[in-house]
């Protein structure tokens, strides 16, 4: 299989990935604990809708709909033995859907945790967990994902397993993880130590770096504090939530305009991000936004805390490198609203 996404790193400075998937399928009427990646053989018209935004907003790499595919995860919703079924259906969708559109797209292929602990915290082995990823990196790859695309992850374990069982599988590898308010991940990794567990991969992922968490600046933080541990060969991914999520009528609402995302976007590039999306909350609209800005907007000097916080609004103390002993109540600037 031809590695697509290295050859359109080789020919662009930057690539712009897709959004959300699941806050934006709720728009399309998915109900609230309802598995998304079922539509993948209940809603295929929707899914494919759903692509073609991201696609026609000029996204170079969108993901499958396939984030919760592990058995462990649909074992939830009765669908653990229909792993392949479901993950070559979300790959297959989107591969016609690229085909479709007349230009080369990485069909990247989700792969998010199997929302179980690892031992000796929980009661997943190691062996188990790398099976699980296999089993769907197996169906991606039998629909057409170019790269096992391994996100939201908070433990260096998990990680290692996500990786080995993508490989067993036989596609390349991206990671992401998580970072919260405190500047680490749930499980305590840092950016910097995101860049180490990359480096010491076997096989290397093609590209790493953060995604999800709490809002544009924390990320782009994030990727401030990983500069000191990344070197020139490396592909930084930034794939931020689209502002920060609010309760509105009862409902969840990411308050990021167009504009904040466009903001962020240049920022992430200039703080060394070659691929740059968003995460939930992200739109086709706010893509399109962020795509113009990339393209009309110079680069420039990689930003400081200060500037992200002038920028994009509030950065936790831990986000700021202070340390893990920082207040987490400190906050240096006010938040913007999107």
Known sequence: MSDLLTKLL???????????????FFAMGLQHGDAP??????QPEKVRAHYRGFLEAGSDLVLTNSFGGTAN????????DRVHEINEAAAR????????????????????????????LG?????????????????????GADLAWIETMSSPEELKAAIQGATEAGLPVTCTLSFDTHGRTMMGVTPAELAGLAHDSAPRPLAFGG??????????????QMRQATGPGDVVIAKANCGIPEF???????????????RYAVLARDSGARIIGGCCGTTPEHIRAMREALETT??????????????LGSVSAGGQGQGPGASAGHRTGRRRRG
């Open 10 to 24: 080789a020919e662009r400075p930057w690539l712009i990935a897709d959004g959300a998937t699941g806050t934006n």
């Open 37 to 42: 990646e079922l539509w993948n053989l209940e």
């Open 73 to 80: 995860r649909l074992r939830l919703h009765g669908a653990q």
């Open 93 to 120: 969708l989107l591969a016609e859907e690229i085909a479709a559109c007349g230009r080369p797209v990485v069909c990247a292929g989700s792969v998010g945790p199997t929302g179980d602990l690892l031992e000796p």
């Open 123 to 143: 009661p997943l082995t190691y062996d188990q967990a790398v099976a699980a990823f296999r089993a769907q990196c197996e169906g991606l790859k039998a629909g």
């Open 211 to 224: 995604n999800c968490g709490t809002g544009a600046a924390e990320l782009v933080a994030a990727l401030v």
């Open 248 to 262: 509105v009528e009862g409902e969840v609402v990411y308050n990021g305009t167009p504009e904040l995302m466009a």
């Open 298 to 311: 110079p680069p420039g000097e990689p930003p400081t805390i200060e500037s992200v916080i002038a920028a």
